[in-house]
């Protein structure tokens, strides 16, 4: 079945320091590929999303480039922040959205 | 607009009790679902809905139950509480499934003693 497999947390990150977290699918279609951020004791609220291979997402100074070639949803910053501090989940979406199990990112003043 | 509410925001029950975690939308939105979230494990669906009067499983649908009577609202119930269901529950629409956002409640943390 359809699956996203996330890199193991937790991230620990100097700020200023260059980010990546990496995501790759599974699908039996052409799924629509997002990035979810959760802050501590809140729901997940959409960071980015991509609907189609070569497309970019990017919101925040975060970009994920959807490819369809290596199957990947990378997750990337160039400088990281002490308030990008959280969860961050990939998600697939076709007829139900699958997540992976989260990466937490710590960024150190 | 409220966005997606979730009531309550805590719980707690005895092994056996039943609940029912409440869920509502108000921005019209057809797709809605209830998932789980526990350390390690990321987010399961349990139970989502296409719109009113039509609902399916999800990954870990066993020991609850959901009904969609109208477009605005997607309680889950929990028939016989047990300690493995102690986790945070998170109830999410979208405008349709696949390719579009979702949008996040705030979370019901449920203990089971």
């Known amino acids: 079945g359809d699956s996203v497999t996330q890199m193991e947390g937790p991230v620990t990150l100097s700020e200023e320091a260059f980010l990546t977290i990496n995501c790759t699918y599974t699908?039996?279609?052409?799924?629509?590929l997002f990035w979810y951020v959760q802050y501590p004791g809140e729901g997940l609220q959409l960071l980015l999303k991509?609907?189609?291979?070569?497309d970019k997402g990017s919101n925040k100074g975060f970009e994920a480039t959807y490819r369809k070639e290596t199957t990947s949803f990378h997750l990337e910053k160039g400088s990281v922040q002490v308030s990008d501090s959280a969860v961050y989940f990939c998600?697939?979406?076709?007829?139900?959205?699958?997540f992976g199990t989260g990466t937490r990112l710590k960024v150190l003043a | 607009n409220a966005g997606v509410t979730q009531t309550p925001k805590f719980q707690v029950l005895k092994t056996g009790q039943s609940m029912t975690l409440q869920c509502a939308q108000d921005?019209?939105?057809?797709?809605m679902s209830w998932y789980r979230q526990d350390p390690g494990m990321g987010l399961r669906l349990i139970h989502y809905?296409?719109?009113?009067?039509?609902?399916d499983q999800g990954e870990v649908p066993n020991g609850y139950n959901v009904s969609r009577s109208t477009t605005e609202d997607f309680p889950l119930r929990l028939l016989s509480a047990a300690p493995s269901q102690t986790s945070v529950y998170f109830c999410?629409?979208?405008?349709?499934?696949?390719?579009?956002?979702?949008?996040f409640g705030p979370g019901t943390r449920l203990t089971v003693l």
């Open positions: 998600a697939s979406g076709t007829y139900k959205y699958i």
């Open positions: 699908a039996t279609g052409y799924p629509s």
């Open positions: 991509a609907t189609k291979a070569d």
């Open positions: 921005m019209n939105h057809e797709y």
């Open positions: 809905s296409v719109g009113a009067g039509i609902t």
């Open positions: 999410a629409s979208s405008y349709s499934i696949g390719g579009n956002e979702q949008f």
